[in-house]
């Protein structure tokens, strides 16, 4: 971190900044009065649960507000031009060039159709900052310095082809084509592994620096935007709660909110007994699997029973999402099985029965990707509704409602909103919903809290904890998030590159001596101190010499 008394000039005044939200079409304040001040060179944290209108005011900081959604009133001076008064022209021009933004879903950010270094060049040359070929060798510079690998041909690669860390890492190096005075990274870690988001860590904040790039960095973990931030605001409902130096934040908070979001996630499910030679609900019996000719999954092994909960960690690329993809159907294994409640399931999902798909369900990681953009929230629960058990009109709008007082959002304010109405962590509780309404007797979570503030997220574990102990529900839980599998995991699976190197009741898997993979990853977690990412590679270098 820098100091932030020693920055540049005032790059950014927000003052009294107002924005309203539209809900049947009735609008409302969502941001009340808020002032922002940021200078070149500096980064700032804004910090909050979800709905707290972290990125409303970021998108504001481009003179831009989401669908629904309205700037009503203050100014946002960008170096003395007011982007809140500015036309759609002077807009455009600033924006990508002067103004870049760095989004939460790298997958959803990008256009599948087009590989990854034409989506770079776009803005520089449309912009008349420089000529393609220039472009071009400019994004193989700031991919090596991004620590991507291959940077001279990985850019000729379409986004799926990449794993999630390696695309948050070209999306911001995309931000920086223009060499802009000022970025907003809108939780750009969130989504990651642990070991993953320390690259990406390192890489953004590095970049900045070189370039002495302001940055506004966005995010519900104090734990990363204490290695990362100068300054930090907590945000809750649209309102300023607290801002300080990040140092003093960490260490003083003053408000009891901000105590709260820095408090350590007490929750955790209680022990429970190990099965005892009972057939397990779902078994992987010696699964390989592969895309194309690409082998990706190696002789994987694991069983899970009902009642309990196995965590599947591992970081992007390891085989976590893949081995999940078997399981449902949706990728057939080269070698291997894998059996439900004693009996085989077919490889395609395509020749199981309807009773064998709702029994398992999936949550995914990326709700923005998840869910329909046309639909209302009515109809994305009651389809599962509808198609599993035939319910129609009144009874299914009841049970709607039901799953979304389960899910803690209001039915009345919520049952008619589209997913562009919601905040990212209100449509993961819809996509939960929509998983719950089928009744199912194993759901796989796919980073379901990934995208949630910590105060939200532990709710949301209390919740599915609640159904599982009501329901007998099974959980496989795939998360890079280790403060998330002690809180709910009896079995830990360790995975990487496709095998799995460890596995085990989660007291015996966490407790020393660890596998040596176990043990990157249980030190790669952040902790809330200032110094911690610098500390951490400092010793990594030190052991690499």
Known sequence: MNDAA????????????????????????????????????????????????????????MGFARDGCRISGGSIMFDDVDLAKASDDSLRQLRGSRIAYVAQSAAAAFNPAHKLIDQYCE?????????????????????????????????FRYPHQVSGGQLQRAMTAMAMACRPDLIIFDEPTTAL?????????????????????????ITHDLAVVSQMADRIMVLRHGNLIEEGDTRGMIEDPQKEYTRDLLAVRTFRKETVDEPNGETPLLRMQNVSASYGKSPVLFDVSMDIHRKRTVAVVGESGSGKSTAARVITGLLPPSE?????????????????????????????????????????????????????????????????????EMIELDPDEFIDRYPGELSGGQ??????????????????????????DQLVAEEILK?????????????????????????????????????????????????PPHHEYTELLLSSVPEMDPDWLDNLLGERLEQSA
Request: with cysteine; net charge negative; hydrophobic share 40%.
């Open 6 to 61: 020693g920055k540049g000039d005032v790059l950014l005044h927000m003052h009294g900044l107002r924005i309203e939200g539209r809900s049947d079409e009735i609008w409302h304040e969502i941001v009340h009065g808020i002032d922002v001040t940021l200078r070149r060179g500096e980064v700032l944290g804004l910090i909050g649960e979800s709905g707290a209108g972290k990125s409303t005011i970021g998108l504001a900081a």
């Open 123 to 155: 803005a520089p040359v449309q912009h008349g900052i420089m000529p393609r070929a220039e472009a071009e060798s400019d994004a193989i510079d700031l991919y090596g310095r991004l620590q991507l690998p291959e940077p001279e041909s990985i850019g």
């Open 193 to 217: 592994d642990v070991t993953t988001q320390i690259e990406v860590l390192s890489a953004i904040r590095d970049i900045v620096r070189q370039f002495n790039t302001a940055a506004i960095y």
């Open 336 to 404: 291997g099985q894998v059996f439900y409640d004693g009996q085989p399931l077919a490889p395609n999902h395509r020749k199981r029965s309807k009773d064998e798909k709702r029994r398992l369900q999936m949550i995914y990681q990326m709700p923005d990707t998840a869910i329909n953009p046309r639909q209302r929230v009515r109809s994305i629960i009651g389809r599962p509704l509808e198609f599993y058990l035939g319910m129609r009109g009144a009874d299914r709008d009841a049970r709607v409602r039901q799953l979304l």
């Open 427 to 452: 449509k993961q509780r819809i996509c939960i919903a929509r998983a719950l309404a089928a009744e199912p007797e194993l759901i796989i979570c796919d980073e379901v809290t990934s995208a949630l």
């Open 463 to 511: 919740l599915l904890q609640r159904l599982q102990d009501e329901l007998g529900l099974a959980y496989m839980f795939i998360t890079h998030d280790l403060a998330t599998v002690r809180a709910v995991a009896d079995e830990i699976v360790v995975m990487l590159q496709g095998e799995v190197v460890e596995q085990g009741l989660k007291a015996d898997v966490l407790s």
